[in-house]
């Protein structure tokens, strides 16, 4: 019963809130407005789910802007992000074909998430640039540096060197987050929810002045081994 809920209100939620936030993007300093009404439309889709979020942000200061890097089980890791992370106005690094979802991906394109075609390089780095002088303007920016979802639960995957210089060129401060649970909620390949408890954690933040681009392997290996041993440690 819990999935068919579910279903019978993904569509529409999205829908109505899609617009909504079209309708919203210029209102608020850096679409604010439109960023809070993502939020909430995170939360009710978690509880159509039946899914819970526990959140541990301890290590994140209120008004800072980040570039958060988190690890990525499930098409559910995206609404439980935004909902704990409401406190900080950013936007998505995706792949494109998510914005070719009707009304959510205009929607998306008008709020300012950013799309990369890994396949185009020229168009991949004028996304680059877009992400940039996103976080030049003071909202930050959420990267998946695995680059797509994981169905091993055990471990991370390797990172991409794409997400690390987008990291290092928006020379912000950088916080890893955690998340656990989602995997096991709507593994990757599956449309079935099994309701359960998605845990996010932010790992301490990293401060990216002492790296260069040309250091971005070495930053790479960096955020790789400290979210790596915090991951392990969560799923012991």
Request: glycine share 8%; hydrophobic share 45%.
């Amino acid at each position: 019963m819990r999935n068919i809920f579910f279903r019978l209100c993904l569509f529409p939620l999205t829908f109505v809130f899609s617009s909504l936030c079209w309708l919203t993007a210029g209102l608020g300093h850096n679409g604010l407005y439109a960023h809070r009404l993502e939020c909430l439309w995170a939360r009710l889709v978690l509880w159509c789910a039946g899914v819970r979020v526990e959140a541990d942000l301890r290590a994140l200061r209120p008004g800072v802007t980040y570039v958060f890097l988190a690890n990525h089980q499930s098409h559910l890791d995206i609404p439980a992000l935004f909902s704990v992370l409401s406190g900080y106005n950013f936007r998505f690094l995706a792949k494109d074909s998510l914005f070719r979802i009707p009304f959510f991906g205009p929607a998306m394109v008008r709020l300012g998430h950013v799309a990369i075609e890994r396949e185009n390089r020229r168009k991949a780095m004028q996304s680059i640039e877009r992400a940039v002088s996103l976080v030049g303007g003071g909202v930050g920016l959420l990267i998946f540096p695995e680059g797509t979802r994981s169905t091993d639960h055990s471990t991370l995957g390797e990172f991409k060197t794409g997400g690390m210089i987008v990291a290092l060129k928006c020379r912000c401060l950088v916080a890893p987050v955690i998340v656990t649970g989602s995997g096991r909620v709507l593994p990757k390949g599956t449309t079935r929810i099994t309701p359960g408890v998605i845990r996010v954690t932010a790992l301490p933040v990293v401060d990216t002045s002492a790296y260069t681009l040309k250091d971005r392997d070495a930053f790479k290996t960096h955020m790789e081994t400290i979210m790596k041993t915090a991951y392990l440690e969560q799923n012991r």
